[in-house]
């Protein structure tokens, strides 16, 4: 505050009184899209508040509300990464992704800080962030050796041979459990890239900051841009134009109420989209022998059939 002084030449003047104030500071986060990290096209935005002790107040932080442009945005940029992505050897892919679990390694306090201000205990969330590194390290493995599983050597009655290999099936919408915020989100994305598909991903409503701190770990992951695209906002405002757009081959539902995933499902088959919805409750995620199984992978390849002549 200014008070009155007397100078040395008696003019009267201003004096500061500068005292601390302490403010809730908003931190403005961005989605990824791309590769880069954008606002909403809308500029709206929502307030989520850290959870704090009762009558305490928490720092609120902006987070973006996507709008149909956004949808389109990032279908756009996954289609457009889909070509490349899907061409890479698979061991490469592998290394991509254990350099994904290097990263989110590395931001292992602030992810867990992140999950405290969620409202999760501290031990809760540096479990949390241990198993999203180990199911990145597991997915990374999977990348070269699914393909073992699935493929096989048909017995036909002729001069030919006929075999089946997967393939990936193209730009994949995901919608992430609202609980676990973060090993909700990276399992539901990891089996969908390992096989070299692209996807689209909205965020946890619950606790957006945190999936959007893991969008940080794929930018610096060596991760192509476009193959991950995390989008925050409401679902039910964006999921029903992600499932109408011609340009996403298939639909993952994690934890979407019966009523939305129901219609969800009509607006996918009118453009023959693969679908599927899951409710697994917040401790089968932790199970990682079965969030790792590579039935996870195979919902979202395809098999190639193809006719060789052998000869006479």
């Not at 949390?128 to 180990?134: D, F, I, L, N, R």
Request: hydrophobic content about 40%.
């Amino acid at each position: 505050m200014a008070r009155p002084k007397k100078t040395s030449n008696g003019n009267t003047a201003l004096a500061l009184d500068w005292q601390p104030v302490r403010l809730n500071v908003r931190k403005a986060y961005k989605m990824l899209i791309g590769g880069a990290f954008v606002r909403s096209e809308s500029g709206r935005y929502s307030q989520v508040e850290e959870t704090r002790a009762p009558g305490q107040r928490g720092t609120k932080e902006n987070v973006p509300l996507a709008s149909r442009k956004d949808a389109r945005d990032a279908v756009k940029a996954a289609h457009g990464a889909f070509e490349g992505w899907s061409k890479r050897v698979a061991t490469n892919r592998g290394q991509i992704l254990y350099r994904l679990a290097e990263m989110v390694d590395s931001r292992t306090d602030e992810l867990e800080a992140s999950l405290v201000r969620g409202g999760m205990p501290m031990m809760d969330a540096r479990r949390e962030v241990v198993a999203t590194v180990e199911r990145a390290v597991s997915y990374a493995g999977w990348t070269d050796k699914y393909q073992s599983l699935f493929s096989s050597l048909n017995p036909v009655g002729g001069p030919h041979f006929d075999f089946s290999i997967p393939e990936p099936i193209g730009v994949v919408a995901v919608v992430a459990p609202p609980r676990p915020a973060l090993l909700g989100l990276a399992g539901a994305i990891l089996p969908v890239v390992a096989s070299g598909n692209t996807c689209v991903v909205l965020a946890s409503e619950e606790d957006p900051r945190t999936a959007l701190i893991f969008a940080e770990s794929l930018a610096t992951s060596d991760m192509p841009g476009g193959v991950v695209n995390i989008l925050t906002g409401r679902v039910a405002e964006v999921l029903p134009h992600l499932a109408k757009h011609m340009e996403v081959q298939a639909i993952d539902l994690h934890g979407v109420e019966t009523k939305l995933a129901r219609a969800t499902e009509e607006q996918a088959a009118d453009s023959v989209k693969r679908f599927r919805a899951r409710d697994l409750d917040e401790s089968s995620w932790f199970d990682h022998d079965a969030c790792t199984s590579p039935r996870w992978i195979e919902r979202f390849i395809e098999l190639k059939t193809i006719w060789h002549p052998s000869g006479a």
